[in-house]
C-alpha cells in the first residue's frame, strides 16, 4: 500500500492549505472582521487529510463542528468556505450557516454538524441507506472524543454492529472536549476500546502521521467493502490551539500547549519526512507554499466582495422548491 510521489504532495499540498486557512480566518476573527464561531483545528490535520484521502470519490463523509478542515481535504473550494464564514450568498450553503455548517453535498459531504455526536447517528442511516441499495460506498464519520460519551454514538456503533453497516467510525482525539481534558470526562484509556461491546473492530493510532492514518482508513474501507461491516478508529492528536478563535486556553497546563507545538505539529513532521524521502526539497516547498498563501488571500477577498444574502430571501432553502416543469 505504497503511495505515489504525487499523492505525497497532495497530502501535503491539503494539510498546509487547512492550516494557512485557519491561521488567515483566526486573524480576520481577532481583528474583530468576523462574528459567530471559529473552532480551530491546528494539530489535527494528519486525521482530516490522512482520513479523506483513503477513501473514493463516491463515499460520504460526515463532518463535525471542526469542520472546515475536512472540507478542504474533500477539494471543496476555499473561495466558498471563506464565503460562508463571512454569510455571503457565494458561500458553500449560500451563507446562510456560518462555518459550522458546511455542506458540499456534489463531494460526498452532505452536512456538517455543531451538535457534538449528532452526526453520527445520521452517518449511520447514510450506510444503512448504502446497505440498502447495495451502492458499495462506505461512509465515514468523524467526531471528537467528548462525542463518544454522547447516547449517539452508542446507539449508533449498536445498530451498525447489528446491521453490519458500511461505516467508519473515526474519533479524532485531540485529548480535550471543549475545556474538558480526556482524563476528567471518560475513564477509559482507550477510545478504540468502546468498539469492544459492540463486537466491532476497534484500533487506536498516532493520528499526528498521516501516512499512518491514511493506511490504517485505507485497510478499513477495503475490509468494509468486502461487507466485514464498520470499524472503530480512534486517532490520537492534540489540539494545538484554543478550542475556538478566541480561546486562550488557559485551563491547560503550563507548557503543555507549547510542548505539543514544538514536538508534536502533524504539518512539521510531515514535512521533514518530505525531506528526508527526497519527495520534496525545501525550495520546491517553499513554492507551494506561497501558492497556497496566496490562494488564501484570494479566498479572503473573494468572500469579502461577495454579496450579502437579500433579506427577502430568508425562507429560500427552507423547503423543497417546488418543480414547475
Ligand atoms: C449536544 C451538545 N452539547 C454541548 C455542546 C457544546 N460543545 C461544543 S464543542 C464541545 C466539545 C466537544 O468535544 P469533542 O467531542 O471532544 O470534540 P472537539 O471539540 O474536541 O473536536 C461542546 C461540549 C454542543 N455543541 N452540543
Redesign the pocket.
Known amino acids: 500500500m505504497d503511495l505515489n510521489k504525487q499523492k505525497k504532495i497532495k497530502i501535503f499540498k491539503s494539510m498546509f492549505k487547512i492550516r494557512e486557512f485557519e491561521d488567515v480566518v483566526k486573524q480576520i476573527y481577532r481583528d474583530g472582521k468576523l462574528k459567530g464561531h471559529l473552532?480551530t483545528c491546528q494539530g489535527q490535520e494528519a486525521m482530516e487529510v490522512g482520513a479523506i484521502e483513503a477513501l473514493s470519490k463516491e463515499d460520504i463523509v460526515f463532518s463535525?463542528?471542526?469542520g472546515h478542515g475536512h472540507y478542504l481535504a474533500r477539494g471543496t473550494s476555499s473561495k466558498k468556505i471563506m464565503a460562508e464564514f463571512y454569510g455571503k450568498v457565494t458561500g458553500t450553503n449560500q451563507g446562510r450557516s456560518g462555518g459550522m455548517y458546511l455542506v458540499d453535498a456534489k463531494r460526498g459531504m452532505p452536512v456538517a454538524s455543531?451538535?457534538?455526536?449528532?452526526n453520527i447517528c445520521v452517518a449511520t442511516g447514510s450506510a444503512l441507506a448504502s446497505k440498502i441499495k447495495k451502492d458499495n460506498r462506505v461512509t465515514l464519520s468523524f467526531?471528537?472524543?467528548?462525542?463518544t460519551n454522547?447516547g449517539f454514538f452508542h446507539e449508533a456503533l449498536n445498530m451498525a454492529s447489528l446491521w453490519n453497516l458500511p461505516i467508519i467510525f473515526l474519533c479524532?482525539n485531540?485529548q480535550?472536549?471543549?475545556a474538558t481534558k480526556r482524563e476528567q470526562h471518560q475513564k477509559i484509556k482507550k477510545i478504540s476500546d468502546r468498539a469492544i461491546s459492540y463486537t466491532i473492530p476497534g484500533e487506536t493510532i498516532d493520528g499526528i502521521d498521516v501516512i499512518k492514518v491514511y493506511k490504517t482508513v485505507k485497510k478499513a474501507v477495503e475490509k468494509i467493502r468486502q461487507g466485514k461491516g464498520p470499524v472503530l478508529i480512534e486517532c490520537v492528536a492534540y489540539?494545538l490551539a484554543g478550542?475556538s478563535a478566541g480561546d486562550l486556553g488557559i485551563y491547560r497546563p503550563r507548557g503543555e500547549e507549547e510542548e505539543w507545538n514544538k514536538i508534536h505539529d502533524p504539518i512539521k513532521k510531515y514535512k521533514k519526512k518530505l525531506l528526508e524521502e527526497g519527495i520534496l526539497t525545501l525550495l520546491e516547498i517553499e513554492k507551494i507554499e506561497e501558492k497556497i498563501q496566496k490562494e488564501i488571500k484570494e479566498a479572503v477577498k473573494f468572500a469579502v466582495e461577495s454579496e450579502e444574502p437579500l433579506a427577502e430571501s430568508v425562507g429560500k432553502y427552507v423547503y423543497q422548491e417546488e418543480d414547475n416543469e
Open positions: 473552532q463535525n463542528h471542526r455543531g451538535i457534538v455526536g449528532g467526531f471528537g472524543d467528548g462525542a454522547i479524532e485531540n480535550y472536549a471543549e489540539r478550542h
